[in-house]
């Protein structure tokens, strides 16, 4: 499988989550759901999945990726952001390799802002794996078992297309 044909089978399963896709072309695929649930404080989250296909997933690349999605998120659906309203983003570099730096970045990093926050995420397609943060945050942790479910959906491991 391409990075080109794993961001293909994300699109769908977006779509069937009920996702809106905001972008799609050859490299990079936006999908957005708002989500407004009781046990989250009444809070709603704006959750933006930002996929890039690239040869090489990189730890920089990753992390400059992850950046630029937050603050995507936030100028595009975080003007309202406060006690009850927050802006998530799943980023996803989608490559035939990852390194190593990539990989320990999506394990351990939670980039945050204010009523903000990105869950980086590599698919090492040649090693077949998906790597994401691995723990419990203490900034957002009620919305962690909702993330990694969004995770699961839309990103699947490699092995299961």
Known sequence: MTPLEYRAAVESRMVAAGYQIQQSDAYGLIGYRKEFKLR????????????????????????EHTQAALEH????RGEMRGLQSGVAVITAA?????????HDY??????KGFAAFAWPTVVDLGAGVR?????RPVIGAVFTPWMRQQIETVLPQPGEL
């Open 40 to 63: 989250w404080m009444a809070s709603t989250l704006h959750l933006l999945v930002h996929v890039t296909a690239v040869p090489q997933v990189t730890g920089q690349g990753l992390m």
């Open 73 to 76: 998120a936030k100028a595009t």
């Open 94 to 102: 989608v490559g035939e390799t990852a390194d190593e730096a990539a």
């Open 106 to 111: 999506a394990r351990r990093e939670i980039v």
């Open 131 to 135: 790597t994401s943060h691995v723990g």
